[in-house]
């Protein structure tokens, strides 16, 4: 029918309009403000700028970047303080290098993957932060993750992008499982995370085997014969409390009981009167401050004043756990990996008393990693160049002598071979150094 | 408001089984309560004093809040979700008058009466805030359909709790100690410390000023008629509007005496601790019978209790994993197979 | 000028719509390229933009005959298109870029769940406060169906993509997985449903909110469900890595259709697609089964039997609607979709983690519901797409113009819980029927309804 058709064509000149409107916009040049993702100030010339909705501008020296490295960190929430410190940290290590690696000029951007409504890290925002490095190709490198759980979503996407897989190195991430197998991992780990098979991830601190297996060793040297297990029913704390459960029993303490505490539970005066009854001399709180630390231990010391606390370095920034539990934190035992920021000794010093001339405030042990952490990066592209898969490799090379924590090489799993555990005390309202340990090898493994 | 419409009555489950079904099992599910609680109370008795004892304290404290929530629904019929979060915001000005005061190491006379003081205005604070919520949220909305005034009030909880955040952080604020903590007596080895006590002591108090005051007092009339029927109410003379403004006046120097004494007690704020708290205490409010003042605080009561043994106590017990759950699993058994709650109802519909 | 498909009695309404429109339409055009040309600069994608929109709005395509279509139709065309001229487009004032593809691809997985509470908040008017929990479930059954999750249970492969065929555990398809959360998560909606529907509206709302706390903590404690040590959800550890959707091999060479679409990389009309471009478009897909369900449902009688319980439930129990199983009915379809959009997030996001469920995330859906319009389809897909925008890259970007231009540093995210009470209090103060209200929900909450309860608790 004519008017049918008559329908039918102009209903067809409107679909050829916008047909023409995209193909015109697929061809010609880009337009003037709008290129690519858009967003961050400074270059927009040679680099590629990463989403302005999760990251900040990007930090470059005087020359023009020709590629970026990007950092992963929880910006929002209880960490805030800590990860903003992390990432000046990272910008004051690049500064100390101008901007270069080698022959490369490099330029940074700071990301963030949690969001004000969780609070810390968000897994919506992990992974499309890693899908955004994964396809800009200017990025040949990341500085993170923070928190384990945003690194089992960001280091596959990494692993499989386009350009080749993108060098990854955490300063923060503990959970066994991301570069190897044994105790506390699940069936598949690590090899679900590396698709195509090769490996892009490496990490400066030492996974939470070290950490379960020196506070387990440290509760056996203390005598303590009975330790009731709680965790704050999260990937990180769960973890630790579950590798503590198995190592302490390995040296035959009795663990009575591993329960969750509820971080929104109103008071745990309960949970303290059970941990009383069960005859418990040490209480192992495996879990973060954030989760309502401060109020768990003073009840715990409450109901039972005569338990000795031991925690992981979830527990740090120790001076959070002082103010939150005031008084009732002393005595209280935290691990922290690594040795402690004023034993550090050359390079680490000189880090050090940068850092706390241009901040105001000394760094926190974390801070350290981060810069260790870029420093690990930029050694790797200069070996590489802009090539991601070559960066990649070169992380496996990595031999530092004389780093911001100390010397050491990254082995074919991505671990670092340090594996020192500092154990603090804190005394009076003070935290202090008690002594470093080491924990043997063959008893983490076996 | 057709309160003289006559409704079906509820077709529940319990009606549609044979009459000796919901009576059987309502005494099997008490006995194997009274059988697990008598175990342990065997096996650990000072443990479980001690228990009974965080109950009822933490009990009285979310009694409080569930008034509160009480007063509201039986006036308007509307879940103030906000009402919990009123609660922290004074938790939060109270954390930050100790600590601006330095009461940390005060003692004696001069204590109380800066309690007495902080008390006196934290609950102007809080009545001030819930009356501006009702009118600025609430009363346009008095004639729309249930659902407005609902997501309004979720609304508000939202932003409350977002003042909450920037007010003073993502992390948990703690709060200087300053009640004394010495002991009124001991049973079996367990403590009744004076914090305890000084929460009773308020709450009761409360408790009885408040049914005077609806009882015996003409604005409570008020609100009695108010709540029975409001069309009736305006034709008999009373003014609608400030008794219903009068009503979330108390409620929230209700919010703003549980606020003190909660933030002196537990010595711990979070910014989502007023939801949380909300929710719990609106289960109480519906345990009890919604509307019903002393219902309220026995739901109060019977939660923390809930929450208290089944943390604590060593035998056959879910664990603290499940506490959540179970508290809601019962808010749910309430609402299906008793909704009128375990004292009564007393709103327009019902009582 | 003779117009095909008007009607000669339509054609004066048709000038009259036609000028009345193109007034306002040109203003408003015209305003806007001023206001985005002073802050952002001309281009030409704005003139076409502003070009396309006036065209939509200013004719009265429902006076056609066929007209009624286009509006959806252009619609669909822009969406489908949206990858290919992106890059393009301007930028806005204030709100900065115009979202990525992969924040497209998250708005429209949320849209898919508004779309769905919609049929409970919307149609059927009863308040569901716990829509994370469908979500949960329906992310938690790809979970059990497309990882090495149950390992232990042998190897089953039923369609499987992107895994080796030795891995462990139940792979099944993800088409399937997700129809089949879809079907698990109405089952779970009904019997959730059969008790508690017959409350009244606020207590409702209160046992849906605990439903919806109740599920993620027994996700969280599920590695060892009531200590008989069954892993269920692998507790807080999550579950990880789910299986991407894909067509396999013999379709794929078939058709060119990806095979595994996390490795799909194609060129395709001048621009190179690469994984994000297909799982949009699959969302998309999803996306519009979604409407047109919603849409056949308000038509049916079904619909109208919602519609009636939502104005006058004594009146409707005495038309003969029945109440329980009509409510239920609402639940089920409810939950189907969103037990659709949780299973296939999951398998874009590739892990769960029962911290990704948590209370806000109702509140945030019934926002999206609300501000677009109670009870009607278009107005929630506007409404729920310009909050998950905003919630994804939008404050981030506010945040960062802001910033920028006043050289302040305000953390606009971090007024995220207020910006969106904010809205719903707002919306409900002085324009309770949303941005695009239906004429029928408008007349609600104008006149009023007879609200009240057939059922009540009085003894």
Redesign the interface.
Known sequence: MILRKRGVLGFLILLVAVLAFAAAGCGGDDDGGSSGDGGGGGGGGSVEALPSASCGPIRQGSEEPQALIASDLPLQGSNRSLTTEMADAIEFVLEQHEWKAGDTVLGYQSCDDSTAQAGSWDSAKCSSNARAYANNESVIGLVGTFNSGCAKLVIPVLNRAPGGSVAMVSPANTYPGLTEGGPGTETGEPDNYYPTGKRNYTRVVWNDQFQGAANATYADELGLKKIFVLNDSETYGQGIANLFVKYAEKLGIEILGNQKWDKKATSYESLASRIKSSGADAVFLGGIVCNNGGKLIKDIKAGAPDVQLLGPDGWTPISATIEGAGASANDMYITQPGIPVDQLTGAGKEFTDGFTEKAGKAPNPYTAYAAQAVEVLIAAIEKGGTDRAAVSAALFETDITDGIIGDFQIDENGDTTLGKVSIYQIKAGEETFVKNVTPELDFIEG | M?TQ?R???????AGRLPGYVMPAVAFLLVALLVVWLGVNLYK?PS?FY??FL??LT?GA?YGLVALGYSLVYGIL???NFAHGDVFMLGGMLVATMVASFGLAGDSGVFLWAMILLMLVIVMAFCAVINTTIELV?YR??R??????????A??????????G??WK????T?V??ILPRGEVFSIGGVAYTWDKLIVLLFTVPVLVVLVLLVQRTRQGKAMRATAQDRDASAMMGINVNRTISFTFFIAGALAGAAGLLYALY???I?Y??G???G?IA??AA?VGGIGNLPGAVLGGLLIAMI????????WATP???????II??L??TI??FR??GLLG?QTP??G | MNIPLLPAERRAEFDAGLRHRAIRGGIAVVAGIVLVTIFSGFTVSLIVAALVALALYAVPWDLLRFGRFVVPAAAIILAILYPYYRDDLFQIPLFGVFPSTDTAVTMTIFIMMAIGLNIVVGYAGLLDLGYVAFYAMGAYTAAWFATPHFSEYGTHHIGSVGVSPESPGFHVSIWLVVLMAGLFTAIVGVIIGLPTLRLRGDYLAIVTLGFGEIMPQIARNGDDLFGTGFNLTNGAQGINPIDPPGFGNAISDLTGLPSDYLTFNADFLGKELGNIEVFYWTALGLLLFTVFCSVRLRDSRLGRAWVAIREDETAAAAMGVPLMRTKTWAYAAGAFFGGIAGAYYASFKGAVFPDDFFFNISVFILCMVILGGMGNVWGVIVGGGFLAYLNQEGLGNIGAEINETFGTNIDVPLYQFGIFGAILVLVMLFKPEGLIPSARRKAEFEEGVSDEPLYDVQR
């Open positions: 057709a419409a409704r079906l009555p509820l077709p529940t489950l650990t443990e001690g228990l965080i109950g933490n404290i019929e509307l879940i949220a346009r909305l004639h729309a359909p249930r659902l407005a005034p609902l997501i309004t979720i609304g508000m909880s939202f932003i409350l709790q977002n003042i955040l920037v952080g993502a992390r948990p703690s200087d100690s537990i010595t711990n979070r989502d601790e939801f949380r708290l929710l609106f289960t519906v929450e208290s043994f089944n943390n604590g106590l060593g664990g603290s994993d499940w506490t959540q759950s809601f699993g808010l749910i609402l299906v909704p009128e109802e519909e019902g």
